[in-house]
């Protein structure tokens, strides 16, 4: 069965310095991932997806993320965490034929000063 | 960047009523989608709709919810007789191409707060 695990529930970093969120996915199938940010009150804003192109993908805002097929991983990564970075990331699966997505159980990610 | 609109932003219903979300989705995409998400829980799949029809559901997605794009613009999603814990936030969301293609992946709406009290 197809699954998207988000194995930090939270990470807290300081303004300037890297930023690390972590994806695993289970598939049987080539899948398109997806990250996306959601801000308080906010909708979820796409940062950047792969499908099936170059395994290092790069994003707005400074995101990257690189497809690892080995490791079944889609790690998020920033160099330099900005205090508007702070929100919670989703990691999303788009699987069976492209009609249904699964989304990770977010990530929320704090940006102390 | 074009941006999929949905309608209300905050509804509260009474338990048994029946609600319609709405959504206007971007104007050139073919794939449309409903999402939820329960407060402090994750974002879940209801349905897909492609070609006027549905192309995939969720088993949350029971016959007390329906979906329809009645006039080429809008995609609806009724809830039949609402129960307390249809309460969540529903996101609406539209694609160029199946599986998230195009320029913008899966476009998400700015969510409608439902509240069944």
């Known amino acids: 069965a197809q699954s998207v695990t988000q194995l930090d529930s939270h990470v807290s970093v300081s303004e300037g310095t890297p930023v690390l969120l972590r994806c695993n996915y289970s598939?049987?199938?080539?899948?398109?991932l997806f990250w996306y940010v959601q801000h308080p009150n906010k909708g979820l804003q796409l940062l950047l997806k792969?499908?099936?192109?170059?395994?290092l993908v790069k994003g707005i805002n400074g995101f990257e993320a690189e497809f690892k097929k080995s490791e079944t991983s889609f790690h998020l990564t920033k160099p330099s965490a900005h205090m508007s970075d702070a929100a919670e990331y989703f990691c999303v699966v788009s699987y069976t034929g492209g009609f249904k997505t699964i989304f990770g159980a977010g990530t929320r990610l704090f940006v102390k000063a | 960047e074009p941006e999929v609109t949905q309608t209300p932003s905050h509804q509260v219903t009474q338990m048994g009523q029946e609600v319609i979300l709405r959504c206007v989705p971007i104007?050139?995409?073919?794939?449309f989608y409903w999402y939820r998400q329960i407060l402090g829980q994750k974002v879940e799949f209801l349905v897909s709709f492609y070609n006027n029809e549905i192309s995939e559901k969720s088993e949350i997605f029971d016959d007390q919810f329906s979906v329809e794009r009645p006039d080429g613009s809008n995609f609806t999603l009724k809830i039949r007789s609402t129960k307390l814990e249809d309460s969540a936030m529903y996101f609406c969301a539209s694609s160029e191409l199946v599986g998230g293609g195009g320029d913008y992946g899966y476009t998400f709406g700015s969510g409608t707060r439902l509240t069944v009290v």
């Open positions: 598939s049987s199938y080539s899948p398109s």
């Open positions: 792969y499908t099936s192109a170059a395994t």
């Open positions: 104007s050139n995409h073919l794939y």
